[in-house]
C-alpha cells in the first residue's frame, strides 16, 4: 500500500538550531514529491517538487533533498517565522497519479 | 483578488441544514480541487475537477456534493451533515489536472452541530 510517513511529528528547536525533517514515502512509482508550509489558520503553501533521487531545491534557509525512499527539508540557522507545520505529499504513477499526503511535521523555532 | 479564495471562512451548521462552500481561483488554473482536512489525520483528497469535468471521487458520502461550473469556480453543496464532518475544507487549484504543485485557499471552518 503506497504510505508517506512524516517524522518527527512535533520539533522544537532554539533560532539558530539547524536540524531535518524526514518524510519516506511506499510508492511503486514516484512521479514526484512536494514539500508544502502551512501556517495556522491558513491553507498549505507550495514550496518544492523533487522528481528523481539525488535532486535537491532551495529556498532561503530550507532545503529539500530525495532519495530513493525518503526525502528530508533541512533548515538551517532557523527563524521564529519559520514556524510552522511542514507537509510531504507524494504522487504515485501506479494509482492514476493519485497525490497522497503525510500528518506533517509541527516544527515550533524559539526565540 | 488574487490566488485562491474561499467563502465563507467559518460555518456552523445543524445536521439538517443545507449549505455551501465556495471557491473561486484567479490563478487562470484548469485544474482545482477539494480537501478535507482534520486534526492529526493527513489531508483527504475529495474531489478533483479538471476542466470542469470531474475526474476523482474518493468515496465521499453524498451529502457532499461538488459543483464546477466553469473553470474559476468550485462549490461544495453540504446537507444533512454528521458531527464527523467538522473539520477544515481547502479548495487548491492547479494550472493542470493532477498536478502535485497546488495552489491552496484559506480554508473553511466548518462546525457541525
Known amino acids: 500500500e503506497d504510505q508517506v510517513t512524516q517524522s518527527p511529528e512535533a520539533l522544537r528547536l532554539q533560532e539558530g538550531e539547524s536540524s531535518s525533517l524526514n518524510c519516506s514515502y511506499t510508492?511503486?512509482?514516484?512521479?514526484?514529491l512536494f514539500w508544502y508550509r502551512q501556517d495556522p489558520g491558513k491553507g498549505p503553501e507550495f514550496l518544492f517538487t523533487?522528481?528523481?533521487a539525488g535532486e535537491e531545491k532551495e529556498k532561503e534557509r530550507l532545503k529539500a533533498t530525495l532519495t530513493k525512499k525518503e526525502s528530508f527539508l533541512h533548515i538551517t540557522a532557523p527563524k521564529p517565522e519559520d514556524s510552522a507545520t511542514y507537509l510531504c505529499a507524494v504522487q504515485a504513477t501506479n494509482r492514476d497519479d493519485k497525490i497522497i499526503f503525510g500528518k506533517g511535521t509541527r516544527l515550533h523555532i524559539l526565540p | 483578488e488574487t490566488g485562491v479564495t474561499q467563502t465563507p471562512r467559518h460555518l456552523v451548521m445543524g445536521m439538517t441544514n443545507k449549505k455551501s462552500l465556495k471557491c473561486e481561483q484567479h490563478?487562470?488554473?484548469?485544474?482545482m480541487y477539494w480537501y478535507k482536512q482534520s486534526a492529526k489525520k493527513p489531508l483527504e483528497l475529495m474531489f478533483v475537477?479538471?476542466?470542469?469535468?470531474?475526474?476523482e471521487n474518493n468515496s465521499v458520502p453524498s451529502r457532499f456534493s461538488p459543483e464546477c461550473p466553469n473553470s474559476s469556480h468550485l462549490f461544495l453543496h453540504l446537507h444533512t451533515l454528521q458531527p464527523e464532518d467538522s473539520a477544515l475544507y481547502l479548495c487548491?487549484?492547479?494550472?493542470?489536472?493532477?498536478?502535485?504543485?497546488?495552489?491552496f485557499g484559506p480554508g473553511t471552518r466548518l462546525t457541525v452541530l
Open positions: 510508492v511503486s512509482g514516484l512521479r514526484g
Open positions: 475537477y479538471s476542466l470542469e469535468e470531474r475526474v
Open positions: 490563478l487562470g488554473h484548469n485544474a
Open positions: 487548491a487549484s492547479s494550472q493542470d489536472g493532477y498536478s502535485g504543485e497546488q495552489f
Open positions: 523533487l522528481y528523481s
